[in-house]
Antibody, heavy 117, light 110 residues
Framework: QVQLQESGPGLVNPSETLSLTCSVS????????WSWIRQSPGKGLDWVGY???????NYNPSLKSRVTISGDESKNQLSLKLTSVTAADTAIYYC???????????WGRGTLVTVSS | NFMLTQPHSVSESPGRTVTISCTRS????????VQWYQQRPGSSPTIVIYEDNQRPSGVPGRFSGSIDRSSNSASLTISGLKTEDEADYYCQSYDSNTWVFGGGTKLTVL
């Protein structure tokens, strides 16, 4: 069973870049779809984007200009970078994986990122 | 792109059956699989139904999923409700490599 653990700064200044890492254990990254999903406090789930282990990516159109998802198979890690953040980017960020395209299956515990000066 | 619309909240008594709907705004509900996630307070979401009606191992048989082409919607049905089923439930689907979540339904078991 794949296990996921997100990590990164809990506080980011407005206009700066949010950077998170997701460590994957319990299996190799290959043949999996790896995604980031966020949830603003008290709100619903918002898909950020995903990467297939071979490197192809797809992003939420509303975030596409600011987001980059990458994977490092040698380290079994997934990364998220979101530039020019504002208070609206304050959320719990989850990483998730799935052997099938189209949906996240296993989720990490999430990490809260607050955008504030 | 399309949207998935869910009722904001539903409530039902223990032992009864509840159905949560998820209506797709454009495109066919049958065109792409629908998933359902349960999120208890303070926890990350867990999948309870995938590919319209498939139940992951470990999910009780009380949970079932279906789609209805006539109403362009999907449904999650939970029978024999237990207090532990009280949670937020989200539907999810995709189209053209874009994933979409419904707004979520708060299930109260009282």
């Amino acid at each position: 069973q794949v296990q996921l653990q997100e990590s990164g700064p809990g506080l980011v200044n407005p206009s700066e870049t949010l950077s998170l890492t997701c460590s994957v254990s319990g299996g190799p990254m290959r043949h999996y779809y790896w995604s980031w999903i966020r949830q603003s406090p008290g709100k619903g789930l918002d898909w950020v984007g995903y990467i297939y282990y071979a490197g192809s990516t797809n992003y939420n159109p509303s975030l596409k200009s600011r987001v980059t998802i990458s994977g490092d198979e040698s380290k079994n890690q997934l990364s998220l970078k979101l530039t020019s953040v504002t208070a609206a980017d304050t959320a719990i960020y989850y990483c998730a994986g799935s052997p099938r395209a189209g949906f996240p299956r296993q989720w990490g515990r999430g990490t809260l990122v607050t955008v504030s000066s | 792109n399309f949207m998935l619309t869910q009722p904001h909240s539903v409530s039902e008594s223990p032992g009864r059956t509840v159905t949560i709907s998820c209506t797709r705004s454009s495109g066919s509900i049958a065109g792409n699989y629908v998933q359902w996630y349960q999120q208890r307070p303070g926890s990350s979401p867990t999948i309870v139904i995938y590919e319209d009606n498939q139940r992951p191992s470990g999910v009780p048989g009380r949970f079932s999923g279906s789609i209805d082409r006539s109403s362009n919607s999907a449904s999650l049905t939970i029978s024999g409700l237990k207090t532990e089923d009280e949670a937020d439930y989200y539907c999810q689907s995709y189209d053209s490599n874009t994933w979409v979540f419904g707004g979520g339904t708060k299930l109260t078991v009282l």
